[in-house]
Nanobody
Framework: QVQVVESGGGLVQPGGSLRLSCAAS????????MGWYRQGPGKQRELVAA???????NYASSVKGRFTISRDNAENLVYLQMNSLKPADTAVYCC??????????WGQGTQVTVSS
């Protein structure tokens, strides 16, 4: 059984920072990419950032320069440091884990609200 658990969401003022964490545990093997998607109110789900096993990263254009993704391969952990947050960043952020066998696991999501 595989568990993917996010933490670190919350309410923050515009310009503030948050750090999201995601831990994948259980019978999970050959993890390739780990990352974050988000879905804001009335919006489609979008990729925020992903990091591959070798360290290559991919960011949505809307978060480049503000968000930083990192991971611990040995522990199947992934982090998202979010700085200079904007109200448009308000969304449920979900962690995803892609394996080399094309199996994808998802977390339940954590709410991030940016508001004054």
């Amino acid at each position: 059984q595989v568990q993917v658990v996010e933490s670190g969401g919350g309410l923050v003022q515009p310009g503030g920072s948050l750090r999201l964490s995601c831990a994948a545990s259980g019978s999970i093997f050959n993890v390739n990419a780990m990352g974050w998607y988000r879905q804001g109110p009335g919006k489609q789900r979008e990729l925020v950032a992903a990091i591959f096993r070798g360290g290559r990263t991919n960011y949505a254009s809307s978060v480049k320069g503000r968000f930083t993704i990192s991971r611990d391969n040995a522990e199947n952990l992934v982090y998202l440091q979010m700085n200079s947050l904007k109200p448009a960043d308000t969304a449920v952020y979900c962690c995803h884990v892609d394996t080399l066998s094309s199996v994808v696991y998802w977390g339940q999501g954590t709410q991030v609200t940016v508001s004054s």
